[in-house]
């Protein structure tokens, strides 16, 4: 059984963030975006991530929305294709704003960095070579 995957977050500034993740090279699929979300395209038929205005998130939602900013709601991981890739990616979020979550980590046959968005939000990137890779991780 396969599935999309939408993620859900709030932001304060939907010009802001779009703008933010344009930087890094993602794109926003035009149909599903207005004033008060964007659905950014990670994976094409697979994965997005749906930027919500807080005032529009919150009509989902029953609890307290969280500020990401002051607490871990959810850690979004991305593959790259490379540490390259990885690297790339995280440099570009620190150029647009935001801020590296972490200091980069090699574990042999994975490689990781991060970074948080304008609104706090955290990203995992990461490269994982499965031919590397022990049998049971």
């Known amino acids: 059984m396969s ?21 890094l090279g993602f794109s926003f699929n035009p149909q599903f975006t207005n004033e008060q979300g964007a659905c950014m395209v990670i994976s094409e038929g697979h994965s997005y991530a ?38 790339e990616m995280v440099a570009k979020a620190i150029a647009a704003g935001g801020k590296a979550s972490k200091e980069a980590k090699d574990h042999g046959f994975m490689y990781e ?5 304008l609104d706090g939000h955290l990203w995992e990137v990461m490269h994982m070579d499965m031919s590397a890779a022990p049998a049971q991780f």
């Open 50 to 87: 749906m930027l919500l205005v807080e005032d529009f998130f919150k009509t989902f939602i029953k609890k307290t929305l969280a500020d990401a900013t002051k607490s871990t709601e959810v850690l979004i991981c991305l593959s790259c294709d490379s540490r390259a890739q990885v690297d």
């Open 113 to 117: 960095h991060g970074f948080e968005d």
């Open 3 to 23: 599935h999309q995957i939408f993620v859900n977050l709030a932001v304060k500034d939907l010009n802001k963030t779009k703008a933010f993740f344009s930087s």
